[in-house]
């Protein structure tokens, strides 16, 4: 696993998040660069069908319409292939593998999450390494640097990431002033202030899509980055250094239900899935949203646009850095290793990666980008949203992964259920951690 680089990663990180077009894109007066394949690579005239697995189900994020404009014109320069779309969203996708995994039936092009949750992927052998893509044309030097390394096992990179992330917590500044609240919180506990004050006034605080149960566990490591701290709980553990039992992760479990307690979620929660919990706050019907900021182009979509901003997660009795973040290097494209169309679909894949930041920049999409990204977004017209985040990469001093790129999947599925039930069971924080350090010591 790659949790040790965490620190050093997320400081080169900060570092990259320097954005040209330029140098991103290899194309003159906005004309489509010419794929690869056209050359003769991986373009040999019959008619082939690569299915894409992917997860941008959702018709009105700038992500959907990126990939639909890249394939669209993919197909139109190699009308011999067909880009067969498999759209689901992020459980789904994640359920869905595991059974085609099971069965060495993995489509063509899959999403994979880093370290932790694709290790078992390319220990079974199920993907094909991409040494070749990403050596092809310089791509890999279009990555920020040290990023691919999430994706890399024994010296071959395995897949090729959409994005690099931090956690946010957005808010909408109407529905803050319509309650009366002048600031943004900078502690845990005026965060619940806020909270309490908000569903006061009929206004449900936090969006959240929990029946997708990471959105939980992402809001609960930023709690325990702060508790612990600083970064390397998970690691610490992992490394015989610390137990689930620690006062750390009690700590968090308790300030965790707080927020459960204080009526912070929408009513069955658990009920609503990750899109519908992020619509939520983009119609105006929820006050804060705690998410990577993948989020920023579908936020700048949507109808509440001019009023959100966004401020980093506040400090957990009186422990923490807000300049630490849950960094989230994004999910990934891999290649089936049985794939019956290995040239077209590697061709198809580099075209997808090379052309990506480009069409991202020009939807207003590159916040949170996995390249290095240049080009003025005030001038391109970006949100100050998206510009006060771009600002917030640039002071990054550290960070810890989600959980679930962190821990084996046993232990992680653990995780995830025990902190889904927080949201309808209130339970002993002892209780819990023992919980989690049970699931640990039973899957080494």
């Known amino acids: 696993m790659r949790t040790g680089k965490m620190k050093a990663f997320a400081l080169t990180m900060a570092g990259a998040m320097i954005f040209t077009l330029a140098a991103c894109s290899g194309q003159e007066n906005g004309g489509t660069t010419t794929s690869p394949g056209n050359s003769g690579d991986g373009n040999s005239g019959e008619q082939v069908t690569i299915t894409f697995q992917n997860i941008y189900p959702d018709p009105t994020t700038p992500a959907h319409k990126m990939m639909n404009q890249l394939v669209e014109q993919y197909e139109k320069d190699h009308p011999n292939v067909k880009i067969e779309l498999d759209s689901l969203n992020t459980d789904q996708q994640k359920l869905k593998?595991?059974?085609?995994?099971?069965?060495?039936?993995?489509?063509?092009?899959?999403?994979?999450?880093?370290?932790?949750?694709?290790?078992?992927f390319v220990e079974a052998g199920l993907l094909a390494p991409l040494n070749d893509v990403v050596e092809k044309d310089g791509l890999?030097?279009?990555f920020q640097d040290g990023l691919l390394d999430y994706y890399s096992f024994d010296g071959n990179v395995y897949a090729l990431p959409d994005g690099n992330n931090i956690e946010v917590v957005y808010y909408n500044k109407a529905l803050f002033e319509q309650a009366g609240i002048a600031e943004t919180p900078k502690t845990f506990e005026e965060l619940l202030e806020v909270v309490k004050t908000l569903k006061s006034k009929g206004i449900t605080p936090i969006a959240i899509g929990e029946k997708d149960s990471w959105t939980g566990s992402l809001l609960f490591m930023n709690i325990l980055l702060r508790t612990n701290g600083g970064p390397g709980f998970?690691?610490?553990v992992i490394d015989g250094k610390k137990t689930f039992n620690d006062p750390a992760f009690t700590e968090a479990v308790a300030a965790f239900q707080e927020l459960v307690k204080a009526g912070a979620f929408p009513d069955g929660a658990t009920s609503i899935d990750y899109n519908a919990g992020g619509n939520i706050f983009k119609t105006g019907k929820a006050a804060m949203y705690i998410m990577g900021t993948w989020e920023t182009g579908a936020i700048d979509s949507s109808s509440v646009a001019d009023q959100v901003a966004a401020f980093q997660f506040p400090t957990v009795n009186g422990k923490g850095d807000v300049n630490e973040y849950i960094v989230a290097p994004g999910s990934a494209f891999a290649m089936s290793a049985n794939s019956?169309?290995?040239e077209e679909t590697k061709d198809f894949l580099h075209y997808f990666m090379t052309e990506m930041p480009k069409v991202k920049f020009?939807?207003?999409?590159?916040?949170?980008?996995?390249?290095?990204?240049?080009?003025?977004?005030?001038?391109?017209?970006?949100?100050?949203?998206a510009i006060g985040l771009n600002d917030l990469f640039k002071n990054i001093k550290g960070g810890d992964l989600a959980f679930d790129?962190?821990?084996?999947?046993?232990?992680?599925?653990a995780h995830l259920s025990s902190i889904q039930n927080l949201f309808v069971v209130e339970t002993d924080p002892a209780q819990v951690a023992q919980e989690h350090q049970a699931a640990f010591e039973a899957n080494p």
């Open 140 to 142: 890999k030097d279009k």
């Open 362 to 385: 020009e939807l207003k999409d590159a916040v949170g980008s996995g390249h290095k990204i240049e080009g003025d977004f005030k001038a391109a017209g970006y949100s100050e949203l």
């Open 405 to 413: 790129n962190t821990m084996n999947p046993a232990v992680s599925q």
């Open 97 to 120: 593998l595991k059974t085609q995994a099971a069965s060495k039936e993995v489509p063509d092009i899959t999403i994979v999450n880093p370290a932790a949750q694709m290790q078992p």
């Open 340 to 342: 019956e169309h290995p």
């Open 234 to 236: 998970l690691q610490d």
